[in-house]
């Protein structure tokens, strides 16, 4: 259920996700080899200017 949540608009890679709660960002990757959940980083707004 990792990629449950949106792929990272930040990243270009499929195994890094974005989990958002109570509006906080935390982007997280999958590594499927070492069958591991990593957190990247938390921070409380959107980064990117669109």
């Not at 792929?7 to 070492?34: H, L, T």
């Amino acid at each position: 259920m990792p990629y449950k949540f949106r792929k990272s608009f930040i990243f270009d890679d499929e195994n890094i996700r974005d989990f958002i709660f109570k509006g906080y960002v935390i982007p997280y990757k999958i590594d499927k080899e070492k069958d591991l959940i990593i957190i990247l980083d938390i921070y409380k707004e959107n980064l990117l200017d669109f």
